[in-house]
């Protein structure tokens, strides 16, 4: 089982605390599946992966963008 996300705006946050805190300014995702149908990502930002941050895990997009994210990668 997973979670969809559908047309959902994730837009500035941030993931600036220590060890996973500073990862997925957007989403997070650790050994999980997540669906992300015509979603945004846009002016998040972290240490590892700005817009979104997935380890272990299913991430499947759709017609998503990213958007002035900062942090590198997704």
């Known amino acids: 089982q997973g979670v969809i996300l559908?047309?959902?705006?994730?837009r500035?946050?941030?993931?600036?605390?220590?060890g996973d805190?500073?990862?997925g300014g957007g989403l997070f995702l650790r050994n999980g599946s997540v669906i992300a149908l015509g979603c945004r990502f846009?002016?998040?930002d972290g240490n590892s992966g700005g817009g979104a941050y997935a380890e272990g895990s299913i991430f499947i997009c759709a017609d998503c963008v990213f958007?002035?994210?900062?942090g590198?990668?997704?």
């Open 21 to 23: 805190d500073a990862r």
């Open 67 to 70: 958007d002035g994210n900062g």
């Open 12 to 18: 500035n946050g941030h993931a600036n605390g220590p």
């Open 42 to 44: 846009e002016s998040c």
């Open 72 to 74: 590198g990668s997704l």
């Open 6 to 10: 559908d047309r959902l705006t994730l």
